[in-house]
């Protein structure tokens, strides 16, 4: 994976945040300092160092979306 600047922005200002995928533990400290508690990734287990430990610091949901080329089509999913 090349290089990303690790950046978050606030869609709805302290309600809803995007960002790239955090690299490192550095990043997990800004999402926390920002007052992120729950993180929903829309990227394979692939695209995340493993041994980032999200689940032990935030509450954390994965649903992968399927990349242009699998010709898979996108259903619903229920969070809790």
């Not at 935030?58 to 999913?77: A, E, Q, W």
Request: glycine content about 4%; aromatic content about 8%; charged content about 30%.
């Amino acid at each position: 994976m090349p290089f990303m600047r690790f950046k978050v922005n606030w869609v709805l200002n302290e309600e809803l945040a995007v960002g790239t995928v955090p690299q490192k533990q550095k990043d997990l400290e800004k999402l926390a300092d920002e007052g992120i508690k729950s993180i929903f990734s829309l990227c394979g287990e692939n695209e995340v160092k493993n041994d980032l430990n999200l689940d032990e610091l935030f509450k954390h949901k994965r649903y992968v979306l399927p990349d242009h080329k699998t010709g898979k089509i996108l259903s619903t999913i229920e969070l809790n």
